[in-house]
């Protein structure tokens, strides 16, 4: 008994020590953590797709970029608290890297919650946004995420940033939907904020789901799908530069929703008009001619494959398939038909963004990290002209205590000339698309060439 009584006492120091305040929540979330073992390991494994963003940290730097904005004031002690049984919940997010040449692992590691959250009253988002997003997650670092907690005019701005390897942005729509239900049922309800996920990182999860039948042929799909093509945004050079720059448009819903009106009667995706609309506003900066063939790689969230996404942790479960045609349309929409149908030819590989999984994992189990990754880079090629469509985000799961966002934004991984990644959502009717480069001011006015065709594309149905 006095055993029990000891460990509780020093649970009830630790969690304080990490920020947090209310002792009701301290003693559930006690309680939570024995019933979960897994809460109390102190090394984790890194998965595939861990390393593998690993890996790219010699492409980009590895960290991803969101913010959700509210017309509202968030409760700063409160959204601690549920931050503290957040990363009590994930313990990845306070883990370090240890890159171990023959075998990388996380190790849990100590935090306090003010490393975790950064508040600030400012009268300049714009100004602060920026500053926030230029920041680095080294690779030793303790915690993997920060968030960014910013007061200005009335409203909330919460940035995050964190590292790739622990998820992508379909991870992340997971982790911020059950971190505002976890939010909202602490502040409604005075219930503890305990609805994290803990399940797997698994990128096996993908299969779960699949008849013996299919899985089996699932785990035979070796084939290399990496790009080869030539095309390239016109950067003056491929100069490793330390600068983050981030350019982005945000397109109204009155023209966006012209836009998706066309293509549902074409037969054509949001991801269809992205695709089209960037390979159209490339062409036109670019020095891409009439027939010149071109590809622009598109990520596919692998959780497609997955029925029931209850037993997931927050994780990677990204892929990339190739939109390649022989030749760009005549104009945007002749374009769109092109890709429209080059998209449906792949949606209809019942493997879709699965190959080359099997091979990759073979290459991280049959041999050390190390070596594992200079084979790897022989046949795994950084896209260097992609499109990420994150999605229209559901503003009812991302409420904090009945209050929806009234907007959101996402750039990806800052990466090195000359790979050109853009990002895009939709929320409340409205496009947001950006791009994430490490580059300089001649870069920063190619992009905004390009956002400046990219624009018109859109506005232009």
Not at 117 to 143: A, C, Q
Not at 270 to 285: C, Y
Request: charged content about 25%.
């Amino acid at each position: 008994m006095i055993a029990v009584n000891n460990y509780h006492e020093n649970e009830v120091k630790f969690l304080k020590s990490k920020g947090l305040t209310d002792d009701k929540v301290i003693n559930d979330l006690i309680e939570f953590k024995e019933s979960n073992p897994t809460l109390l390991k102190k090394k984790l494994p890194t998965e595939m797709y861990d390393k593998v963003n690993l890996m790219c940290r010699k492409y980009m730097d590895r960290l991803a970029r969101f913010e959700v904005d509210y017309d509202f004031i968030v409760d700063e002690e409160k959204f601690k608290n549920v931050a503290v049984c957040c990363l009590e919940s994930a313990p990845i997010l306070h883990s370090q890297i240890i890159n171990n040449p023959i075998a990388p692992y996380w190790k849990v590691a100590d935090y306090n919650v003010n490393e975790f959250v950064f508040v600030e009253k400012t009268d300049d988002i714009n100004k602060t946004r920026e500053k926030f997003f230029s920041r680095e997650i080294p690779l030793k670092s303790n915690i993997q995420m920060n968030i960014g907690l910013f007061y200005c005019e009335g409203k909330t701005y919460i940035c995050f940033i964190w590292n790739h390897m622990c998820m992508d942005g379909g991870g992340f729509k997971a982790f911020w939907g059950d971190f505002c239900k976890a939010y909202s049922d602490y502040v409604l309800y005075n219930k503890s904020p305990l609805s994290f996920s803990t399940g797997s990182r698994k990128y096996t999860e993908v299969y779960k789901d699949m008849d013996k039948a299919t899985f089996k042929k699932a785990k035979k799909q070796l084939a290399n799908v990496s790009p080869r093509d030539k095309n390239r945004m016109p950067f003056q050079n491929n100069n490793v530069e330390n600068n983050v720059i981030i350019v982005s448009r945000r397109i109204e819903e009155d023209y966006f929703s012209k836009a998706i009106a066309y293509c549902k009667e074409n037969g054509a995706t949001v991801t269809d008009l992205l695709l089209a609309a960037f390979i159209d506003a490339l062409s036109k900066i670019a020095d891409i001619k009439p027939n010149d063939k071109i590809s622009v790689a598109c990520a596919t969230d692998l959780r497609r494959h997955i029925k029931d996404l209850s037993s997931l942790g927050y994780t990677n479960h990204v892929s990339f398939v190739h939109c390649a045609l022989d030749k760009k349309g005549s104009d945007l929409k002749d374009t769109l038909k092109a890709v429209s149908a080059k998209m449906k030819e792949i949606k209809a590989d019942e493997f879709m963004g699965l190959h080359g999984l099997p091979l990759l994992n073979f290459a991280y189990k049959s041999m050390v990290y190390l070596q594992a990754e200079t084979i790897v880079k022989l046949f795994y090629n950084n896209p260097v002209l992609s499109v990420s469509n994150v999605g229209a985000i559901d503003t009812k799961a991302f409420s904090l205590a009945n209050n929806p966002p009234f907007s959101a934004f996402v750039a990806g991984a800052a990466k090195n000339k000359p790979c050109a990644v853009m990002t895009a959502l939709s929320i409340n009717g409205e496009l947001s698309a950006s791009m994430c480069l490490r580059g300089n001011e001649n870069d920063r006015a190619v992009l905004e060439s390009f956002f400046t065709e990219f624009e018109k594309n859109i506005k232009s149905f």
